[in-house]
């Protein structure tokens, strides 16, 4: 086996030097280039290739790595004190211990490529390198299943997000479809109802031309009959014929009114229809009023109980049982405990105030921070351009530019309070974790300073005038 792989290596070692040498190198180049490339990175070596190198570079005569390899013409290899002691005390011609081959003198050259290879091969090999790359491959191995670990459970991570998303977008669609559904279907009835409307109009329009109609073939009939009873008696006039009876009294012909009829559908139906539409949509804008009840003494209320604004002088009250008493607060008379409301509160250009929803438990005699954890969800602007949330510290909004009319919409049953700029509807914030039980919409025009005129807070009807169903 030695014999064999040391010839491959000596050929391999000399390709180029001659003709036939080079052939050689055509077959074992590539395997040379893949040995070199090795020793050049022996801790990354497969343990198979060098260990076939180790063989390559074993002494045939000592079976061991080569000690000072040198090289025969032979071109095989040994190590320079087992080739001496193996020709020592012969005299004259020589031979090659592999090969047999015969040399008049006792010639070898130092290889040193093999020695640098062997060097490398010698350390590569060696108990405390193997120690070494064994440990270096088991922390390896740790740190590639720690990692796989982690992106497996990244992985995880990921598809279970995913699923999520599509059953929280799967939820959501069936939502807006819904929304949807119940706005077809709103249209639709009224498209139905208006219909109906038309075709008993016309109804009624054919069957008083139908009822003239008849009337008036009728007298024809009659006066046909008298006319013939005429013309006989005009042949023998002895007295003046007796007709069958009296005319059919056909009443005046009254003529179909086009525009009397037509207009009632050439009206803008469209915005009608929007118009009516506010009693059926849902939830629509909640034309609330303020529970002067519960207006602190220094809430000034108009008298339909739509415009509170800050005053300078207490009011004098008999009743105080509902009634905020340290802050600048009001609650509307409406209270909600399930399904989804939505009103509108104008702003207008004040420079501070609260808008929201607290629930009806909120301690109304105590001086206390406005936030969900008390009992208030609520929407805040302070020096004229700062807008905050009502949390526990305040949030921060960015809001562009600012709203002069507030949309706010609760949702009992899924417990979420929206803020909304009510002239585009563009979402402000929301609470996710709304009130439990009763609540009310809340508002607080708070203390101006004396710089600014308090300004009002309105609550908003609309449309202004709802058309009855
Ligand atoms: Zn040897
Ligand atoms: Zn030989």
Redesign the pocket.
Known sequence: MNVRQNTRLSAVLFTGQTERRSLLWVSFSSDILEKKSTMAAAAAVPSSVRGSLREDLT??????L??DPVMLSCMHH??K???SRYWRGTQGPVTCPQCRKEFTSKQFHTNYIVTAMVEKVRVATSDASIKKLEKQLSEALERHHLRKEYIDNCIHKDKEKMDIIKRVAADLRDRVKGEFRALHQILQDEETCMLEQLRREQEEELQKVQRHLEASELSVRELENNIRLLQQANGSLTEFPQLSRPCVQVETDTDFDVNAFSSRYLAPLQYITWRKMFHSVKPGPSPLVFDVETAHPSIYISRDKTVAVECDDMILHTSHSQRFLQCVNILAVQSFQSGRHYWEVEVGHSLKWDVGVASEAVDRRARIKLSPESGYWTLRLRKGNEYWAGTQPWTRLQVGSPPQRIGVYLDCDERRVSFYDADDMRLLYTFSNGPRGRALPFFSPCISDDRHRPQPIRLLHYPPVALSA
Not at 59 to 64: E, F, H, L, R, S
Request: net charge neutral; with cysteine.
């Open positions: 002494c045939a005569i000592c079976c061991d080569f000690r040994f190590c004190s087992c080739i």
